[in-house]
């Protein structure tokens, strides 16, 4: 055994969709449990479109530590979130990560069906139903939300879910610390007493982030863009300059009073390691020699 390292650190996966994934998995946790995670957490689609995977990967999860689990609640009804909190509390799982999820193309989330229009719908129903029962964590985007109004607007949505009853926030991934402090600050100045950890996405290929990055609204600075873009097809320089700026960046957070860092693995270990290896979070007898 290991001591708990100094800055808590969170993993994220995906449900995987073959047998041959599953096992890849398994081999990405086992690497990665030399960070001694805090908890590992499973993405669940919306509508519950990677349900039977998402359950399955948790179920593996809460055997080897804490399990988060991702509970979407577009189109979900009253009964549906019961029966899938009874699944949950079943398993074991004790922690979830309480999100609206993604509308269905040309939607308003006042035109979705079913009975939750906002994650902080969901937060104060499962609070309701559940008292104590779940630890529930709620997404947060400083470089705001791509879908709200105006900045001001989503902070006041993010506010809603504090106050229905979160117990901390995990950040969209980011390359702007300045961003990340800002958004703290001003979750202070509204009175919000509650931990925010920023998400962190290693670099590690560039078409893949430019895709991901367009999807769910993240920015990604001119400079880094560019640099990226002139590496070309070198996936060596990209993934060493992706090393040193995310690197970078979580140094930066952490000075700065980040309470712990979430990483988006994407399903792959040696990006992660190689950003917790340079920021001394690895135990020392567990580094490669």
């Known amino acids: 055994m290991f001591s708990t390292p100094r800055v808590p650190v969170s993993l994220e996966f995906f449900p995987p969709k073959s047998a041959q994934g599953a096992d890849k998995l398994r081999e990405v946790r086992a690497q990665l449990a030399v960070l001694n995670a805090r908890f590992c957490s499973v993405t669940y689609g919306a509508g519950g479109s990677t349900q039977e995977g998402s359950l399955r990967t948790v179920a593996e999860?809460?055997?080897?530590?804490?399990?988060?689990?991702?509970?979407?609640?577009?189109?979900?009804?009253?009964?549906?979130?019961?029966?899938?909190?009874?699944?949950?509390?079943?398993?074991?799982?004790?922690?979830?990560?309480?999100?609206?999820?993604?509308?269905?193309?040309?939607y308003v989330a006042a035109q979705a069906t079913g009975d939750f229009a906002y994650a902080s719908d969901l937060v104060a129903f499962v609070r309701a139903e559940t008292g104590r029962d779940f630890h529930i964590e709620v997404a947060c985007y400083p470089e705001t939300h791509p879908q709200a109004a105006s900045p001001q607007d989503d902070m006041q949505a993010f506010a809603a879910k504090v106050r229905a009853g979160a117990d901390s926030a995990i950040t969209q991934y980011f390359y702007n610390a300045d961003a990340y402090f800002r958004f703290v600050e001003e979750t202070a100045a509204l009175g919000l007493d509650i931990a925010v950890v920023p998400g962190i996405l290693p670099i590690a290929n560039t078409g893949q982030l430019l895709r991901f990055s367009e999807a769910c609204g993240a920015e990604i600075p001119r400079w880094i863009r560019q640099r990226l873009e002139s590496f070309g097809q070198d996936l060596a320089s990209v993934q060493a300059f992706g090393l040193d700026v995310v690197t970078g960046l979580c140094e930066?957070?952490?000075?700065?009073?980040?309470?712990?860092?979430?990483?988006?693995?994407?399903?792959?270990?040696?990006?992660?390691?190689?950003?917790c290896d340079a920021l001394g979070l690895r135990p020392a007898q567990q580094r490669p020699a």
């Open 252 to 275: 930066r957070l952490l000075a700065g009073g980040a309470p712990g860092l979430h990483f988006y693995t994407l399903n792959q270990s040696a990006p992660t390691l190689a950003i």
């Open 61 to 106: 999860l809460v055997q080897e530590g804490e399990a988060a689990a991702h509970f979407t609640c577009v189109n979900a009804t009253r009964d549906s979130v019961r029966e899938h909190l009874r699944t949950l509390h079943g398993l074991g799982v004790r922690r979830i990560l309480a999100l609206r999820g993604d509308l269905p193309p040309g």
